[in-house]
């Protein structure tokens, strides 16, 4: 079964538009991470939360992990076509030498 | 400072056949993780070091991948014989050992087609 679910799957989005990514659990989260991919490249490190609540800025990158720590958005403002790609959450359980598990990724296209 | 690098970036093997993958993490990074990346879905954990030693590799399908990191430094993941199912992205990945929280850094990936 899939440990985290993400929504939605894929996303197109004119330039200039906000756009939210949400990442679900259903077990509690011990840090959440999100990272960019684009086709055919490796993972690009975004933000990591770990915190209940915690909110993370990035130029116009905001993340959010709930006091419960079992969901996390990821939002964009006014999205440009540099944000175009597959962002994908990925979550740790245990120890800070665990593995990430990932959810399956949203792709995200930004029209001109 | 170098990232991770990975070798090849492609390849293209008929079921059978073998394949071997490299990598070489960021310097000082103890920790090293071999990922499958199936088409459509997130990575998936195949086998993680640290240092020379294996710490999870439950999810590696041992009658077929092997993988090994000698000197705890660069690491090669082995698929023989392949399957039609193990056309994939393979990501190394690297962290550094004792930190409070496990940022990892990714490769490029190698992208494998079994044909």
């Known amino acids: 079964s899939q440990e985290l679910e993400q929504s939605p799957q894929s996303l197109i989005v004119q330039e200039g538009k906000n756009l939210t990514i949400n990442c679900t659990s259903s077990k509690t989260l011990y840090g959440l991470y999100w990272y960019k991919q684009k086709y055919g490249e490796g993972l690009i490190f975004l933000m990591m939360l770990q915190k209940g609540g915690e909110e993370k800025s990035h130029e116009k990158i905001t993340a959010k992990l709930d006091e419960k720590k079992q969901q996390s958005s990821l939002h964009i403002t006014a999205s440009q076509p540099s944000h175009a790609g597959i962002y994908l959450c990925g979550a740790r359980r245990g120890s800070t030498l665990g593995r990430l598990y990932f959810g399956r990724g949203t792709q995200l296209t930004v029209w001109p | 400072e170098a990232g991770v690098a990975q070798s090849p970036r492609y390849k293209i093997i008929e079921k059978r056949q073998s394949v071997a993958f490299w990598c070489n993490p960021i310097s000082g990074h103890a920790t090293l993780y071999w990922y499958q990346q199936i088409l459509g879905q997130g990575p998936k954990l195949l086998i993680q070091?640290?240092?020379?030693?294996?710490?999870?590799d439950s999810q590696l399908p041992k009658d077929r991948f092997s993988a090994e990191r000698l000197k705890g430094v660069d690491s090669t993941l082995k698929i023989q014989p392949a399957k039609l199912e193990d056309s994939a992205v393979y990501l190394c990945a690297s962290s550094l050992m004792g930190q409070t929280y496990n940022e990892q850094f990714f490769g490029p990936g190698t992208r494998l087609t079994v044909l």
């Open positions: 070091f640290q240092n020379n030693g294996v710490v999870d």
